[in-house]
């Protein structure tokens, strides 16, 4: 069992950067590819970025290639997800989310068996 807490949001304007953390308890965090996502309201969970297990291997959606930056750092049990020149339509609810392929760089929800509570991003114009 893995349990995962997300920190790291909030508010900010148009164009500002956000970092989120994804702390992970019960196991440790090598053993997994981790991956971001957001859901907006109104709107299904959409992926984000995921990471393997090493780090090395990395996968965006296309809407945030460039802007966001995942990684991760397998001592300290913890993902993030560095956000810059973030927009309006950035704006949803991050979830961190593990997935025990830890080559796996899936872009579909029912690949993750954990998920964290989330964490609300709001970008205003």
């Known amino acids: 069992q893995v349990q995962l807490v997300e920190s790291g949001g909030g508010l900010v304007q148009a164009g500002g950067s956000l970092r989120l953390s994804c702390a992970a308890s019960?196991?440790?965090?090598?053993?997994?590819?981790m991956g971001w996502f957001r859901q907006a309201p109104g709107k299904e969970r959409e992926f984000v970025a995921a990471?393997?297990?090493?780090?090395?291997?990395?996968y965006y959606a296309d809407s945030v290639k460039g802007r966001f930056t995942i990684s991760r750092d397998n001592a300290k049990n913890t993902v993030y997800l560095q956000m810059n020149s973030l927009k309006p339509e950035d704006t949803a609810v991050y979830y961190c989310?593990?997935?025990?392929?830890?080559?796996?760089?899936?872009?579909?929800?029912?690949?993750?068996?954990?998920w964290g509570q989330g964490t609300q991003v709001t970008v205003a114009s």
């Open positions: 019960g196991r440790t965090l090598s053993n997994y590819a």
């Open positions: 990471i393997g297990w090493s780090g090395v291997m990395t």
């Open positions: 989310a593990a997935d025990s392929n830890p080559y796996g760089l899936d872009r579909l929800p029912r690949e993750y068996e954990y």
